[in-house]
């Protein structure tokens, strides 16, 4: 299995495997910028690109609203840009941007000249983006020179500024830096950026971007991806939310990972659809975008969704009509919440579980049309015997195998962790061959370090159900707990705003069951509720909390989910 550079191309994928993928009919030929020259062509007048309205709050900018020809036009101007201050193809570039209008166009310029992208959440500081450029050795930075009070092209530029151009957006850009702005004029007559581009060769194989993921071995990694592997989930994406030509679709995840990468900007592009953009997550402003925009397509995480329905006062104050489906995953969902959406505002809510690395299961209405099913289940893609009517379950292979043998799990009840091999599946960490030697099987499949079961009922089980990760696994006694089934049940606690369940250390049973909550405005939460509640649902009594943490806000990463090892440390420190 290929993990390097291939014929002076970054290209981590041998032929025989592009050959092998081809000719299954998986992968082709187009790339982000063939798709946004296709929606340029058929729709260059419909609305394609939005920010979100307080933009000025967040960055300097008039907040943009871009038609697909205003989007081609800016994408050349700023593409014309980066080849004059020297960025060619192959040459890596770190991008750290918030959800605004000129992120969406970076990835479409530096796709005109080949560049690959590597972006990085707005929460990384100093110390991560230098761990970054260490590994990268990028040629530029491209980022920003106000995010909300802060100047990253000054603060942040200078682990980058010695041996790479820093690119700016925004009135103050540093000395030094190259100053960014947009222009959807008339395309700027550059004949050298023209005869440059018409000279390269780029193809649907080539790396696009490095992503940044912990993956299955603890430290962050990067994660190239080509065009074919993101088009790959994307169209998973599209086919679980069934996507409509030329709908408006919102995207609150920061464009840095597979949620919004794979779930919007290159389905944005295979519909035309208008792309509204949106970030740092604000209720009030997310809720107004659905109803402004006439949303028909977004994700949020379980708890905001779960927080919802639990105050519905906040839901009915908005007109959110025109939503037809919302996307949602990270942990699991609840039936009360699914099936909460469903019956009473007629949104159905897809169970979407997805990687850097290109893990792809998703449970929408037309595999799993059951509230209860789609809420816990995922289709078993890629096995045999199972038909699909989302495209990717024909096209990657799954399979369980188990925690101590790895033997191939067959059986209902059996846990295993679940391995994947196919379109969507990456080659391997960036220069990681220790790592990549660890989560890669003999036969090609990646190990995931997600642990399901079979289930579903009948002769042939056609589900999995998501038990949690292996390192995250509570072991009590000898038995394995998942602590996303206790979070599953709690969420619905009515007293309950969010929950994390972890383990603690415990000299007797290995470990215990911690509980960290943070309740609702106004309540207070004694453990015997928590525990009395999963009693009345019929949680098994070794599965019940033994210490209970209120906190006022959980610890989250750039995606909005819950970072389990940092809720671990609040309960170490509290017995400290």
Known sequence: MGRGIIGGIMRTTPN??????????????????????????????????????????????????????ELGRAAENLAATFFDN????????????????????????????????????????????????????????????????????????????????????????PQGAVPLALSTETSVDNAGYAAYVSDIETSANDIFTICWTSGTT??????????????????????????????????????????????????????SNTLVLHQPFDMQVFLKQIQDEKIAYTIAPPAVLTMLLKQREILDSVDISSLRCIGSGSAPLSEFMVAGFGADYGIEILNIFGSNEGICLASGPGDLPEYAERAQFFPRFGVDGFEWSNRAGNRIRTRLADLGTRDVVTEPGQQGELEIWGSTVFDGYYKSPEANAEVFTEDGYFRTGDVFEITGGGDAPKFYKFVG????????????????????????????????????????????????????????????????????????????????????????????????????????????
């Not at 080509?226 to 088009?231: A, F, P």
């Open 86 to 173: 020297g960025l060619r193809q192959e040459d890596i570039v770190v991008v750290q941007l918030p959800n605004i209008a000129e992120l969406a166009l970076i990835y479409l310029a530096l796709g005109k000249l080949g560049v690959i992208i590597s972006p990085v959440p707005v929460q990384y500081g100093p110390f991560e983006l230098q761990k970054a450029k260490q590994l990268l050795e990028p040629k530029a930075l491209i980022t920003l020179a106000n995010f909300k009070g802060k100047n990253f092209a000054a603060e942040h530029g200078a682990a980058f500024a010695e041996d790479c151009t820093v690119f700016s957006f925004g009135d103050d850009a």
């Open 16 to 69: 025989e495997r592009i050959e092998d993928l081809t000719r299954r009919g998986w992968w082709g030929e187009q790339t982000l910028d063939t798709l946004l020259q296709a929606a340029v062509e058929a729709n260059p007048h419909h609305l394609a690109l939005v920010d979100q309205f307080n933009r000025s709050e967040m960055c300097d900018g008039p907040a943009q609203r871009l038609t697909f020809a």
């Open 469 to 576: 990760r292996c390192k995250d696994i509570i072991v009590r006694g000898g038995v394995n707990i998942s602590p996303d089934e206790i979070d599953s049940e709690l969420a619905a606690h009515p007293k309950v705003a969010e929950v994390c369940v972890v383990g603690i250390d415990d000299e007797i049973m290995g470990e215990r069951i911690g509980a960290a909550v943070v309740p609702k405005p106004g309540e207070t939460v004694a453990l015997e509720e928590l525990t009395g509640f999963l009693k009345e649902q019929g949680l098994a009594v070794f599965k019940l909390p033994e210490k209970l943490l209120c906190v006022d806000e959980l610890p989250h990463n750039a995606t909005g989910k819950v970072v389990r090892r940092e809720v671990k440390d609040l309960f170490d420190a509290d017995s400290a």
């Open 218 to 271: 603890g430290q962050p990694k990067g994660v190239p991806r080509s065009h074919n592997m993101w088009l790959s989930s994307s169209r998973g994406a599209n086919d679980v939310a069934e996507l409509q030509d030329l709908e408006p679709v919102l995207n609150p995840f920061p464009m840095v990972n597979m949620a919004a990468i794979g779930g919007f900007l290159y389905c944005w592009l295979m519909r």
